[in-house]
């Protein structure tokens, strides 16, 4: 089992950063692909990012591309999600979520594993 904790969310504005973090723990051995996915109310989840075990190989959703940044610290089990220039359209329920292979296009699961129960980020305009 691997455990999945959020954190990191809140209330920002237009223009303005957030750093999510997402804590793992329990058997994380072989689970090399982290992501993040995020759910608007009234719409179904949605892939943001993803990263591989090293930490070289990332993949964006293109509305987040050259604003967020995913990264990893192995050492440490954590993951994270950099967001800069945040939109009113940013506006979710943030999850993190890990897999032995990268993100299949299905929603909800989108092929992973294990989810975390998520951290809210509110853009306000």
């Known amino acids: 089992q691997v455990q999945l904790v959020e954190s990191g969310g809140g209330l920002v504005q237009a223009g303005g950063s957030l750093r999510l973090s997402c804590a793992a723990s329990?058997?994380?051995?072989?689970?090399?692909?982290m992501g993040w996915f995020r759910q608007s109310p009234g719409k179904e989840r949605e892939f943001v990012a993803a990263i591989g075990w090293i930490g070289v190989s990332t993949t964006y959703t293109d509305s987040v591309k050259g604003r967020f940044t995913i990264s990893r610290d192995n050492a440490k089990n954590t993951l994270y999600l950099q967001m800069n220039s945040l939109k009113p359209e940013d506006t979710a329920v943030y999850y993190c979520a890990t897999s032995t292979g990268w993100p299949t296009t299905t929603p909800p699961n989108f092929g992973m594993d294990y989810w975390g129960k998520g951290t809210l980020v509110t853009v306000d305009s």
């Open positions: 329990g058997r994380t051995f072989g689970r090399v692909v």
